[in-house]
């Protein structure tokens, strides 16, 4: 992304959301975006994707993929480019599939709608990926959603996701719906997968402290805008922008229960607080 700027229309005015955003991801490559809810980072990525709603426009900059400029695409053409060189996870894994039809039929579906093999062919394909994310891939293909836990739905997006071996990922808060065992799981099979394969990875998240562990580069986003981005081993020993240093010492909320306020106790009504 070259000085990208996308912007919400309203009648004749123009207001940008995201502004003068540069960057730039190599193959196998892990870069987080980071920001605060409201940032700009999803809207980053629906760029990318050329998902965003019909308000919202790309006014300056360009996006290059694999050397290509696609920002000036039509919908169809970025339409192909979906799933195949550019494959999505999302946070809502519920989200990732369609809760009445088996897991296995919607994996041989996404491939078939993509590439001309045979359902033997597509079915041992899938196999292959659900066995890559650690899952017990025959039961899994013959299963419901619904009768996966939510960390094996997730592992099952990420292996539908792969099937087809694009080139780029991009994971809009993969983990925030996991707890946090679950996370690093799910964390640990894409940095797997991206060596394996060379697959490079737009990871989106608002935990810094987590993209800091696992990512190559991390870029920091505040008000539309890159504040910060450079090595996450650099960021880790010394950041440099205040709102950097802010999402770092920025303590986990806790659950307390808003009568005592003590830790929350199970049952009770909860309330988050600083
Ligand atoms: N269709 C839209 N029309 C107008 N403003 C929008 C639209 N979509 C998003 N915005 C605004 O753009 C800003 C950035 O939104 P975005 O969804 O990219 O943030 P985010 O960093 O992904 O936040 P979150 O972590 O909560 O998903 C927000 O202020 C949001 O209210």
Redesign the pocket.
Known sequence: MERLTVD?VRGQARQP??RDLSLAIRPGEMLALV??????????AGAVLGLL?S??RIGEGRIRFRGEEISAWPDKRKRRLRGKEIALVFQDYQGSFTPFMKVGKQLVEAVRSHVRITYGEAKELALHWLNEVDLPAERVFGSYPFQLSGGQRQRAALAAAMLLQPKLLIAD?PTTALDVLTGERVLDLMTKLRRQTGCAILF?S?DLRLVLKRADTVAV?QG?RIVECGRADTMRRQAAHPYTRLLLESRPLLLRDPGTGRAAEPDKPLQLVP
């Open positions: 919400v959301l995201v920001g605060e809810s409201g940032s700009g980072k999803s809207i980053t709603p308000s919202l808060e989106i608002h986003m539309g």
